[in-house]
Every structure is written in structure tokens, then in C-alpha cells.
């Protein structure tokens, strides 16, 4: 629990240093997004799991640099984990984070942006699912903390609303044993308040 507070601490901390710069030059927004993942995990660097379907919904604080750069910092909620099928059934390790990324935005066009950045994440609940011809009762503990690097890009329309697509790169080890990283596709529309 510690965790999450220091997230969200952080998170408020970051957005308030924004909010900070001088006003007159400058323009903030913030608001609200969610939608669809595809989240999967690549391990061994010997190819992805099949994927497992979720959502995520948070908030953002976005600050204008210049007028076509921009710092974007989320607290997000995100269903994350992956799924393993054979001829003996179908594994599903769900696993749900609460994520803090920090994307460095340019708008190459008024309503068009590209958007690359970091990401930590804590890991605050999983669960193991097994469906097949054997019941299984294994447990597989993931590490509390993640890392990566976000890169996507999005449509933003002049009274707020955006569409985005992002794919983030998992950096940090799953678990302690064997290499997996996350691999989440995530397809989002955002609200500006």
C-alpha cells in the first residue's frame, strides 16, 4: 500500500512542478483517459505469449514547453498479465499495476502528436487462472515493480479529445528467475477537463 501513495505522491509532485512554470507562456491541461490493452510477455527473447485482454483508465496532467512540445505525466490503472495455450488447456497469469508514465509529446501538426517516454509501474494485485484437463494450483509471484519505455502516437482535436495508440516496452524483470518483460499494446481516448 506504501507504494501506491508513493506513486501517486510522485505523480502530484511531478504535476505540480509544472503547473509551476510561468503561466503566461505557457498552457496546461488535464484529464481524464482510458480503453483497450493487449498485453503480453516476451520471455527469453524467444518470442511473445499469447496476449491477454484487458483495459486501463487514469488521469493526466499535460504541459506545454513550446508551442508544438509538450510533458505529459499519467497515473493509470492498467490490467496487464498474458496467456499460454496447449493442447492440455489455456494458463492466464493476470496481473494489474498501477502506472506512472512521463511522455515527452511533439506536435508536428495542430491536431497529430508523437509521444516517447519512461514508465515505472507497481504491480498491486495477480492471479493465476488455469483452464484444461489437469487442475493446477502453482503460483507464480511477480515482482512489486516494473519498468519501460513508452512509445505511440494519436489524433488530439481542438475541444480536447484524443485518440492514441501506445506500445510499451517492458524493461524490468516479472520475476525473479528467467528474463519476462512486459509487451502492452494500448489503445486509448482522452477527456480533457
Known amino acids: 500500500m506504501k507504494t501506491i501513495y508513493l506513486t501517486a505522491v510522485l505523480f502530484f509532485g511531478i504535476i505540480s512542478t509544472i503547473n509551476a512554470q510561468d503561466s503566461s507562456s505557457h498552457k496546461y491541461n488535464g484529464g481524464i483517459k482510458g480503453g483497450y490493452n493487449l498485453a503480453a510477455v516476451s520471455f ?3 518470442g511473445e505469449t499469447d496476449q491477454r485482454h484487458g483495459f486501463h483508465i487514469g488521469v493526466y496532467g499535460e504541459s506545454f514547453i513550446s508551442e508544438s512540445v509538450s510533458i505529459q505525466a ?3 490503472y ?3 498479465g498474458y496467456e499460454i ?9 493476470k496481473l494489474n499495476y498501477i502506472n506512472l508514465p512521463l511522455m515527452l509529446k511533439a ?3 495542430e491536431n497529430f502528436f508523437l509521444e516517447a517516454g ?10 493465476e487462472e488455469y483452464d484444461g484437463l489437469f487442475s493446477s494450483s502453482q503460483e507464480f509471484t511477480p515482482n512489486n515493480f516494473d519498468w519501460g519505455m513508452n512509445f505511440g502516437g494519436g489524433i488530439k482535436t481542438n ?3 484524443s485518440l492514441g495508440v501506445r506500445y510499451h516496452l517492458g524493461l524490468g524483470d516479472i520475476y525473479d528467475s528467467g528474463k519476462a518483460f512486459n509487451r ?3 489503445f486509448s481516448v482522452g477527456i480533457d477537463l
Do not use: C, R
Open 85 to 93: 495455450k496447449n493442447s492440455n488447456g489455456t494458463f492466464t497469469q
Open 118 to 127: 519512461p514508465q515505472i509501474g507497481v504491480a498491486i494485485t495477480h492471479k
Open 44 to 46: 527469453d527473447g524467444e
Open 78 to 80: 492498467s490490467q496487464q
Open 184 to 186: 502492452v499494446w494500448q
Open 107 to 109: 506536435y508536428p501538426t
Open 74 to 76: 499519467e497515473l493509470m
Open 159 to 161: 475541444s480536447g479529445i
